[in-house]
C-alpha cells in the first residue's frame, strides 16, 4: 500500500511461488532457448580460466597469503582496489551458474539437466564439516578488516542452488541441497551473530558491499523452510551495513534521511540494496524504515532513462539520467528488475510492475545485438554507434564496455552472467500468489501452475504481448474452486476489456464471473473450473517527453527507437557456437547529425512497430520513418525534439506513486 510517498509494507500480501512455478512459453522461451545454445551455455568454455580452473570454492580457496590474479580486465579505476580481484570470480561463476541452472530448468534437455544436478553435487560437496559455502580458507574466513568478497560469494552461490532447490524434478535432492544451504547460513549467522561485530568493516570496498546481498539467499530460505528467523537476520544485515563503513552509502539510513542527498554509489550496488531495505521494513515496519524507502524511490526515479535504464556507467554520481550521455550496464539493469518485483510482492502495489515491465523490455532485452548472440556492458537509450568507448566522449584505452560481446572479459565477465538471470528473474515475478488467489503481475507467453486450496490450478497466457497489447487466459482448477484472480491494470492502458471465452464483449457474469476495476488492478471473482478470459489492453501510441524537453515514442509498455543502418565488423572470433565480438558504426552520421523532428499527431501502429511523421530542420517537407522496439536494430535514436507542443505529453518517468 502507499499513502503519499510513505510506503507501508505489510508482509504477505504477496507471496512469490516457487521458481519454476511458471515457465516461458511462445517468444519468450524461443528468447532462452537462443540464448542457452548462445553465451548462456557457453560461458565456461568462452573463459575456462576463471570459471573451470580456478575451483575458487573448492581446491583455490582464498588464504592469507593468496597471490594477486590477472583476470585480463583493462581498466585503471579498479586498480585503486586489486584487492577485489581475488574474489571476482565468485561473482562471475556463479552468478552465470545462477542463469544458467534457471534457463536448464525451464527450457533446457535431459543432458543439460543432468549437468545442472552435477555442478549442484559437486559445489554441495565443497562444504566444511561445519556446513560452510564459500571461497575462504579457515585462515581468512570472516575478516573483521578490509576488503572482502566473503558474503557475496555465499550469496551468488545461494542463489544459484536455490534456483535449484526450487524448480529441481527430483524433490527429495532439492530438500537434500536445501538442507545444505541452510547449515551454511547458520555457519555465517554463528560467526556474525545479530548485535554482535559488524561483518561491514572499515577500508572495505565493492565486494563487502556487495555482501549485504546475502539477505536475497536469507528471505527466501525464510520462504523455503517457514523460519523467520533467518529473514530477521536479513534485516539485522541491513542495520549493520548501514551502520558499516563500505563505499557504497546509497541505501543507507543517514544518507536517506539527508534532504539534500543524492545517489552518488556504484549503481549495481544502489540497486540491489533496494532489496535489503524492502526485506528490512518487512520484518521492522517503523515509520524510520518506511521514509527511508520513500526517499530511496523519490531519488530512483531521477536515475531512469525514458527506457528505464538505471544509471550504472558506473558511477550514478549525482546525476540525473540522459538518453544520449548517461549510460547503464546489464548488472544494473537486473538488479533494479529484481528489486522493483521484490518490492511488488512486498507492497502489493502493481504500479511498481509498470516499471519492473518497462526495465526489463526496453533497457534489458534493448541490450541484446539483434542477431548475434552477444550483449552491451554499457548502452545509452540514443545507441549511435556501439564500437568501445562512448561516441561522444574522448577515446579511452580502458573503455572497452560500448560494443557487443558474449564475454566482454576486458571490463569485467559481470554484465553477460547477469544478462542470463534476467529473463527467470523476469518470469519468477510473473504471477504471485495472495490468500485470495493468483495476481498476474506480468504478461507474457508463459504457463503457470499453482496449488489453491488443494487444486491444482493453471493459468496459461497465450498472447504475443507486448507485439499486441491482449493476452487470452487458459485458467484450469482441477477440481474447482472459487478464488479471486487479480490482473495488473498497467499505468498505460486508457482502458482494460474483460470478456469471458471466445465472445467479445460478452458479459462475464454469465459465467459466474464477477469483475471490478479499480485503480492498478481488475479484478475477477468466481468459481474456476475451465475457462478462457481474454484481456485487451487499449494504448495509443503516444509522446512522452524526457527530462531535456525532447520526446520519445512509447507504444503500450514499449519505448520505440529509429533504426540506425549500420556496419559491422567483427572484433574477435571465441571458434565456439558461432559467438563473436562485434563493433557496429553506423553506415553515415544522417542519424545522428540530420534535424529531425517528431510530428506528435502523426504515429500510426502498424506491423513491426510504429510509424511517425518527422520533419528535417531547415528542409520542406516530411519524411516517414518506422520506429522498433529496442533491441530489433543494434543502434539506435529514441528522442528527438518534437514538433509542436503536445498537451497529451506525459512525463518520461511515471509520476511518483501517491
Given at each position: 500500500?502507499?499513502?503519499?510517498w ?15 512455478s511458471t ?6 522461451a524461443a528468447?532462452?532457448r537462443?540464448?542457452l545454445?548462445?553465451f548462456v551455455?557457453h560461458l565456461?568454455?568462452?573463459v ?12 583455490d580457496?582464498?588464504?592469507?597469503g ?10 585503471d579505476?579498479?586498480?585503486e582496489?586489486p584487492e577485489?580481484f581475488?574474489?571476482?570470480?565468485s561473482?562471475?561463476q556463479?552468478?552465470w ?23 549442484v553435487e559437486?559445489?554441495?560437496a565443497?562444504?566444511?564439516?561445519d ?5 575462504h580458507?579457515?585462515?581468512l574466513r570472516f575478516?573483521?578488516?578490509g576488503?572482502n568478497g566473503e558474503l557475496w560469494a555465499?550469496a551468488?552461490l545461494?542463489r ?6 526450487e ?11 536445501l538442507?545444505g ?6 555457519v555465517t549467522m554463528?560467526a556474525?551473530p545479530?548485535g554482535?561485530?559488524n561483518?561491514?568493516?572499515a577500508?572495505s570496498y ?5 555482501g ?9 530460505v525464510?520462504?523455503?523452510t517457514?523460519?523467520?528467523?533467518f529473514?530477521v537476520y536479513?534485516?539485522w544485515?541491513?542495520r ?6 563500505t563505499?557504497?552509502?546509497d541505501a ?5 534521511a539527508?534532504p539534500?542527498a543524492?545517489?552518488?554509489?556504484h ?6 540494496h533496494?532489496?535489503?531495505l524492502?526485506?528490512?521494513q518487512e520484518?521492522e515496519?517503523?515509520?524510520e524504515?518506511?521514509e527511508?524507502?520513500?526517499?530511496y524511490?523519490?531519488?530512483m ?9 538505471p544509471?550504472?556507467?558506473e ?7 540522459d538518453?544520449?550521455?548517461?549510460g ?13 518485483l521484490?518490492?511488488v510482492a512486498?507492497?502489493g502495489?502493481?504500479r511498481?510492475?509498470d516499471?519492473?515491465?518497462a526495465?526489463a523490455?526496453n533497457?534489458?532485452?534493448?541490450a541484446w545485438?539483434?542477431t ?11 545507441a549511435?554507434?556501439m564500437?568501445g568507448?562512448r561516441?561522444?566522449l ?7 564496455r ?5 564475454v566482454?572479459?576486458?571490463a ?10 534476467l529473463?527467470p528473474?523476469?518470469?519468477r515475478g510473473a504471477?504471485?500468489?495472495?490468500d485470495?488467489?493468483?495476481v498476474v503481475?506480468?504478461?507474457?507467453p508463459m ?19 507486448p507485439?499486441?497489447l491482449a ?9 474447482p474452486?472459487t478464488?479471486?484472480l ?5 499505468g ?5 476489456d474483460?470478456?469471458v471465452?471466445s465472445t ?5 457474469r454469465?459465467?459466474?464471473?464477477e ?6 488492478r481488475?479484478?475477477l471473482r ?8 481474454r484481456?485487451?489492453f487499449?494504448?495509443a ?7 531535456r524537453?525532447?520526446?520519445?515514442v512509447?507504444?503500450g509498455p514499449r519505448?520505440?527507437?529509429l533504426?540506425?543502418?549500420?556496419r ?6 571465441h571458434g ?10 553506423p553506415?553515415?552520421d ?6 529531425l523532428?517528431v510530428d506528435?499527431a502523426a504515429?500510426?501502429?502498424v506491423p513491426g512497430?510504429v510509424?511517425?511523421r ?22 539506435r535514436?529514441?528522442?528527438f525534439p518534437?514538433?509542436?507542443?503536445d498537451r ?6 511515471p509520476?511518483p506513486?501517491?
Amino acid at each position: 500500500m502507499t499513502w503519499g510517498w510513505v510506503v507501508i509494507i505489510v508482509r504477505g500480501v504477496f507471496r512469490v511461488p516457487a521458481f519454476g512455478s511458471t515457465r516461458p512459453l511462445g517468444w519468450l522461451a524461443a528468447w532462452m532457448r537462443r540464448d542457452l545454445d548462445g553465451f548462456v551455455g557457453h560461458l565456461d568454455r568462452l573463459v575456462p580460466d576463471l570459471i573451470v580452473d580456478d575451483d575458487i570454492y573448492g581446491r583455490d580457496r582464498l588464504t592469507a597469503g593468496a597471490a594477486m590474479k590477472d583476470l585480463g580486465a583493462v581498466t585503471d579505476v579498479d586498480l585503486e582496489h586489486p584487492e577485489q580481484f581475488l574474489w571476482w570470480n565468485s561473482e562471475t561463476q556463479s552468478n552465470w551458474r545462477d542463469g544458467w541452472v534457471r534457463h536448464v530448468l525451464l527450457v533446457g534437455d535431459a543432458a543439460q539437466r543432468s549437468a545442472v544436478r552435477g555442478y549442484v553435487e559437486r559445489m554441495v560437496a565443497t562444504a566444511d564439516p561445519d556446513g560452510y559455502l564459500g571461497i575462504h580458507a579457515p585462515d581468512l574466513r570472516f575478516p573483521g578488516q578490509g576488503e572482502n568478497g566473503e558474503l557475496w560469494a555465499q550469496a551468488t552461490l545461494g542463489r544459484a542452488l536455490l534456483g535449484y532447490v526450487e524448480a529441481a524434478d527430483d524433490r527429495v535432492h532439492a530438500g537434500e541441497v536445501l538442507e545444505g544451504v541452510v547449515r551454511a547460513l547458520r555457519v555465517t549467522m554463528s560467526a556474525w551473530p545479530v548485535g554482535g561485530p559488524n561483518p561491514f568493516p572499515a577500508q572495505s570496498y565493492a565486494g563487502a558491499a556487495h555482501g549485504l546481498m546475502l539477505v536475497d539467499v536469507l528471505d527466501r530460505v525464510a520462504d523455503l523452510t517457514g523460519d523467520g528467523a533467518f529473514r530477521v537476520y536479513a534485516a539485522w544485515l541491513y542495520r549493520a551495513f548501514c551502520e558499516g563503513h563500505t563505499s557504497e552509502p546509497d541505501a543507507r539510513l543517514d544518507r536517506l534521511a539527508d534532504p539534500h542527498a543524492a545517489f552518488v554509489g556504484h549503481g549495481v550496488h544502489t540497486y540491489e540494496h533496494l532489496r535489503a531495505l524492502v526485506i528490512a521494513q518487512e520484518v521492522e515496519p517503523t515509520p524510520e524504515l518506511a521514509e527511508g524507502l520513500a526517499s530511496y524511490l523519490r531519488r530512483m526515479r531521477a536515475c531512469l532513462t525514458p527506457a528505464h535504464g538505471p544509471i550504472g556507467d558506473e558511477w550514478i554520481a549525482g546525476r540525473s539520467a540522459d538518453a544520449t550521455t548517461t549510460g547503464y550496464e546489464l548488472c544494473s539493469t537486473q538488479e533494479l528488475l529484481d528489486s522493483l518485483l521484490r518490492l511488488v510482492a512486498a507492497t502489493g502495489d502493481l504500479r511498481w510492475a509498470d516499471d519492473a515491465e518497462a526495465v526489463a523490455l526496453n533497457a534489458g532485452l534493448g541490450a541484446w545485438h539483434p542477431t548475434h548472440s552477444a550483449v552491451a556492458y554499457l548502452q545509452t537509450d540514443n545507441a549511435l554507434a556501439m564500437t568501445g568507448n562512448r561516441p561522444d566522449l574522448p577515446a579511452d584505452p580502458h573503455q572497452t564496455r560500448y560494443r557487443y560481446s558474449p564475454v566482454h572479459r576486458q571490463a569485467a565477465v559481470c554484465c553477460v552472467p547477469n544478462a542470463g538471470r534476467l529473463l527467470p528473474t523476469y518470469l519468477r515475478g510473473a504471477v504471485l500468489e495472495s490468500d485470495e488467489g493468483p495476481v498476474v503481475a506480468l504478461y507474457g507467453p508463459m504457463c503457470t501452475e499453482l496449488t489453491i486450496d488443494g487444486a491444482e490450478v493453471t493459468l496459461e497466457q497465450r498472447t504475443e504481448y507486448p507485439g499486441e497489447l491482449a493476452v487470452e487466459l487458459a485458467i484450469t482448477s482441477r477440481p474447482p474452486r472459487t478464488f479471486e484472480l487479480v490482473l495488473r491494470a498497467p499505468g498505460w492502458a486508457t482502458d482494460v476489456d474483460v470478456a469471458v471465452d471466445s465472445t467479445d464483449h460478452e458479459d462475464p457474469r454469465d459465467h459466474g464471473i464477477e469483475v471490478t476495476h479499480g485503480g492498478d488492478r481488475t479484478v475477477l471473482r468466481g468459481a474456476w473450473s475451465s475457462q478462457r478470459v481474454r484481456v485487451g489492453f487499449t494504448a495509443a501510441p503516444a509522446i512522452e517527453r524526457d527530462a531535456r524537453g525532447d520526446g520519445f515514442v512509447r507504444w503500450g509498455p514499449r519505448v520505440l527507437g529509429l533504426p540506425i543502418p549500420d556496419r559491422t565488423t567483427m572484433t574477435a572470433d571465441h571458434g565456439i557456437a558461432g559467438l563473436v565480438d562485434v563493433s557496429v558504426t553506423p553506415d553515415s552520421d544522417e542519424h545522428a547529425t540530420l534535424g529531425l523532428v517528431v510530428d506528435p499527431a502523426a504515429l500510426q501502429v502498424v506491423p513491426g512497430g510504429v510509424e511517425a511523421r518527422f520533419r528535417i530542420s531547415g528542409a520542406e517537407g516530411t519524411t516517414v520513418r518506422l520506429l522498433t522496439p529496442l533491441g530489433t536494430a543494434a543502434l539506435r535514436r529514441v528522442t528527438f525534439p518534437v514538433a509542436t507542443p503536445d498537451r497529451r505529453a506525459r512525463s518520461a518517468v511515471p509520476p511518483p506513486v501517491t
